[in-house]
């Protein structure tokens, strides 16, 4: 759930709401809702227009609740987990022994562990409880913002998020024949969700939102892989992709194909990763 500041903003500011309508052009209905936070959401050309006006980011708008909190610090418990190799029972033990279901619902954001298994879960990653919670907040506050733009989108028929050589921002609904692509407006105003993006490079939307079915990937499609947030990318030959398992992208050794991987003397042919991109979204 999301809660908006609106209501806090103009106290302090002493603006009232007919000022804001008469201002930014906002229906006084709209206007009156989000303040008493009775709006079911919000369209975004308002939020676009609203952080405009009051000169502030989306974040200092919208509050996430304690779920999306979850959420964040259960990614920040999944990349601890995955940097060190170990699957959900392994970490479960050195973690008070909880179980494996224990441990999927921290990382699936379901609820967090307490005080005592925070403290653990810091330890093993080499940091504070508050750097583990505040690290998640911080990634609750771009990411989750960030995907639920994405969803719009996708929800909209855009495919791709591009970035132009000016670093303009666009949406498109494919990258066939070079196309531009249709301009969406409110866009640029979310520019710095988007700093990942090199000038003259794009974001597959799908990708982004895990929507993307790895199942319907050809064999030795060219990828990018690791195993944790802080690795660099490495380029494999995609093999299968396995849902049972914490490593589910199956590769070819090396960067070798399914033709060239049979000239090799080794036993081991294939290697798993927990992260998996394809090529054309290389950095």
């Not at 990653?125 to 907040?137: A, C, F, H, N, P």
């Not at 506050?141 to 028929?157: P, S």
């Not at 196309?179 to 866009?187: E, H, I, P, T, Y």
Request: with cysteine; glycine share 6%; hydrophobic share 35%.
């Amino acid at each position: 759930m999301i809660q908006n500041n609106l209501s806090k903003i103009l106290g302090k500011r002493q603006l009232e709401i007919t000022k804001v309508n008469q201002d930014t052009g906002i229906s006084r209905t709209t206007i009156t809702s989000l303040y008493y936070n009775r709006a079911k959401g919000i369209n975004f050309d308002t939020l676009s227009t609203l952080c405009e006006y009051l000169d502030i980011t989306p974040n200092e708008l919208l509050n996430f609740t304690e779920e999306r909190e979850n959420k964040a610090i259960g990614k920040r418990i999944k990349a601890i987990r995955l940097s060190l190799g170990l699957t959900g029972k392994e970490f479960g033990h050195l973690i008070d022994n909880a179980s494996s279901g224990v441990v999927a619902n921290w990382e699936n954001g379901v609820n967090k562990p307490n005080v005592e298994r925070l403290r653990r879960i810091a330890e093993i990653g080499l940091m504070t409880v508050d750097e583990l919670i505040s690290e998640g907040k911080r990634e609750m506050d771009n990411i989750t913002f960030r995907g639920y733009l994405l969803e719009h989108l996708h929800d909209k028929g855009y495919r791709y998020i591009i970035k132009d050589e000016f670093e303009e921002i666009y949406a498109i609904e494919n990258l066939q024949n070079g196309a531009v692509g249709k301009f969406v407006k409110w866009l640029t105003s979310f520019s710095y969700l988007f700093k990942d993006i090199e000038p003259e490079g794009h974001l597959n939307i799908a990708v982004e939102l895990g929507l993307f079915d790895w199942s319907t990937v050809p064999d030795n499609t060219p990828v990018l892989v690791r195993n944790n947030v802080t690795e660099p990318w490495e380029y494999r030959h995609f093999y299968k992709y396995s849902a049972e398992s914490d490593y589910p992208f199956i590769c070819y050794i090396d960067g070798k194909t399914s033709y060239t991987v049979k000239s090799i003397q080794s036993i081991v042919k294939y290697d798993n990763w927990a992260f998996c991109k394809l090529a054309e979204e290389g950095e």
